[in-house]
């Protein structure tokens, strides 16, 4: 089991540019999350899942959109990306909405953008 | 609004002694308190949860202590290693709701 995985670990994009961070999980959960997480800051949830074919935003989704594409995936797209969104992304996988406090946590994207 | 105020952001602890992390939280439709770690360049993992119609739960060195009047909970590290150290993070979470709300975090370093 990989549990987690995310892709890629780390990117660094100009100002402007576009990109979509990979996640999978392979532990047969419903809910799944995306975090960023800054210092002094937490993490804090950016979009999350509660089931296939649902989505719904976070407290931070602003510059951000995401696509469910299956039980085991979950995408997130930057548009155009922006130095403020230079940030540890973290996805995240819960068995079901209802057990959000049991989330699984990937190892995280760090991206940097100049 | 911060729904979980956690402090202090960062401790030093001698190995041996107590680590003591404490939250607070404002919604009182919170029905599950996780404690996450995370070490540098990894992702949190969860360390222990408590639900509040209990008022201590303990897991090997690690005790979640719990008051449902104050609104506060705590997480005791008994006889701290430095293998502990790390950053420590607690949460919130109802059935009602669909997300996990993290406090900012508190870096625990434990000194040899």
């Known amino acids: 089991n990989a549990g987690v995985t995310q892709t890629p670990k780390f990117q660094v994009l100009k100002t402007g540019q576009s990109m979509t961070l990979q996640c999978a999980q392979d532990?047969?959960?419903?809910?799944m999350y995306w975090y960023r997480q800054d210092p002094g800051m937490g993490l804090r949830l950016i979009y999350y899942?509660?089931?296939?074919?649902?989505?719904d935003k976070g407290e931070v989704p602003n510059g951000y959109n995401v696509s469910r594409l299956n039980k085991r995936e979950f995408s997130l797209r930057l548009e155009s990306a922006a130095p403020s969104q230079t940030s540890v992304y973290f996805c995240?996988?819960?068995?079901?909405?209802?057990?959000?406090?049991?989330?699984?946590f990937g190892p995280g994207t760090r991206l940097t953008v100049t | 609004q911060q729904q979980v105020k956690q402090s202090p952001q960062s401790l030093i602890v001698q190995k041996g002694g107590i680590s003591i992390i404490n939250c607070a939280y404002e919604?009182?439709?919170?029905?599950?308190f996780p404690w996450y770690q995370q070490f540098p360049g990894k992702g949190p993992a969860l360390l222990i949860a408590?639900?509040?119609?209990?008022s201590e739960k303990k897991e090997g060195r690690f005790t979640i202590s719990f008051n449902k009047s104050a609104k506060q909970f705590s997480l005791h590290i008994m006889d701290s290693q430095p293998g502990d150290s790390a950053t420590y993070f607690c949460?919130?979470?109802?059935?009602?709701?669909?997300?996990?709300?993290f406090g900012k975090g508190t870096t625990l370093s434990v000194s040899s």
């Open positions: 995240a996988s819960s068995p079901t909405s209802g057990t959000a406090y049991e989330q699984y």
């Open positions: 532990m047969n959960h419903n809910s």
């Open positions: 899942s509660a089931s296939e074919g649902t989505t």
């Open positions: 919604n009182t439709a919170f029905d599950y």
């Open positions: 408590i639900r509040p119609d209990v």
């Open positions: 949460a919130a979470s109802s059935q009602a709701g669909t997300a996990l709300i």
